[in-house]
């Protein structure tokens, strides 16, 4: 165990529905990231948070909408999303911009089908 | 934008055997890891060697890095059935402390 834990492990939803997947580090970790993993793509980074605020969006369809409360867990909310977003979202945690070097503890994933 | 890319993709092999993947970037780095993913699982942080290092060793882990040809490499000695899983180089480089991963090379290796 990483100490980053994610549920559900496993999502099933369709077009129309609203969901949301969560991310909790038990690190004590300042930065949280959600990355998206397609088979045969590289790693894309969705999100990034230090000490709370969104410092990275990549560009990523409005349909996806990261929260974070706090510094221990993060959430990203979906809705209306396509079949081409079905993927494994990976959250990972780091210690935080000030320190270097900036090793990634990552979760197990979130497996999200669309149909 | 930087970015690591491994290769090969894939890589088979028997029990026993030494796995050797490579990792090339286009941009000056602070610093390279390697991950890795077993199936439908996250990535563990596996090793970190720092831009101004030649080599670090990890157990049965061997990682080199070249500077002047922008280019890592992960040896694995003795391969367990185990092994097998995806390993992917994360670069870093300049100021940002995000890093930047490739697409991997799925290992497998046969008992």
């Known amino acids: 165990e990483t100490g980053v834990t994610q549920t559900p492990r496993h999502l099933v939803m369709g077009m129309t529905n609203k969901k949301s997947l969560k991310c909790e580090q038990h690190l004590g970790h300042n930065a949280m990231y959600w990355y998206k993993q397609s088979a045969k793509k590289p790693l894309e980074l969705m999100f990034v948070y230090s000490l709370e605020e969104r410092v990275e969006n990549n560009s990523v369809p409005s349909r996806f909408s990261p929260e974070c409360p706090n510094s221990s867990h993060l959430f990203l909310h979906l809705h209306t999303l396509q079949p081409e977003d079905s993927a494994l979202y990976l959250c990972a945690s780091s210690q935080g911009p000030a320190t270097s070097p900036e090793t990634q503890y990552f979760g197990p994933g979130t497996r999200l089908l669309v149909l | ?111």
């Open chain 2, 1 to 111: 934008s930087q970015q690591g890319e491994e290769d090969p993709q894939a890589l088979s092999i028997q029990e026993g055997e030494n796995a050797t993947m490579n990792c090339s970037y286009k941009t000056s780095i602070n610093n390279l890891q390697w991950y890795r993913q077993n199936s439908g699982r996250g990535l563990v942080h596996l090793i970190l060697i720092r831009s101004n290092e030649r080599e670090k060793h990890s157990g049965r882990l061997r990682v080199t890095l070249d500077t002047s040809k922008k280019s890592s490499s992960l040896l694995i000695t003795a391969s367990r059935a185990a092994d097998t899983a995806s390993y992917f180089c994360a670069t870093r480089s300049g100021g940002s402390y995000i890093p930047t991963f490739g697409r991997g090379t799925s290992l497998i290796v046969h008992p």
